[in-house]
């Protein structure tokens, strides 16, 4: 499901190692079932049961659907960027380097410039001051994707 119907015509995973699965090579056949639309959010709403996702899987629906996607980007990325001011280091989940064609044509920046519309006001601050720092760019580095992973998952 998650790499054929509701990731089946968004970018394929780069770098991937489990906790990630990859779509099947040998067919697109899939692509017959995948949803019709690309959404970059939905990297933060599908949830493999590893501990940098949270303990529960929200159950979409139509009607709320924009918003649902905006929340759980919203709660998953406030609790994932790690920034390091001091150093200048920006810290992105591991999703963001697997997916990151998602986020624009690649590169670290185009992903943290997605992200930071979901970080709280004063985070937003401090990213958007390390960025106008024209003398020395923030470094952008990946969080290892943890091996640990949640006991159960509830619906939310």
Not at 16 to 26: C, T, V
Not at 54 to 59: F, I, L, Q, R
Not at 97 to 107: H, I, N, T
Request: aromatic share 8%.
């Amino acid at each position: 499901l998650d790499c054929c119907v509701i990731r089946g015509k968004m970018s394929r995973g780069s770098n991937m190692k489990a906790p990630f699965i990859e779509a099947p090579k040998a067919s697109g056949g899939y692509r017959l079932y995948a949803l019709g639309f690309v959404d970059a959010r939905v990297n933060f709403v599908l949830n493999n049961g590893n501990l940098t996702n949270p303990p529960s899987v929200p159950v979409l629906t139509p009607e709320h659907l924009e918003d649902q996607l905006a929340a759980a980007s919203a709660h998953y990325l406030q609790r994932q960027i790690i920034l390091d001011a001091p150093r200048r280091t920006i810290f992105l989940p591991k999703i963001c380097d697997v997916y990151r064609k998602d986020f624009g044509p690649g590169e670290p920046f185009d992903c943290v410039q997605f992200c930071v519309q979901y970080l709280d006001e004063d985070t937003q601050t401090v990213v958007i001051d390390m960025f106008n720092d024209d003398l020395n760019s923030p470094v952008i580095k990946y969080q290892a994707p943890s091996e640990l992973t949640h006991s159960n998952l509830k619906l939310q």
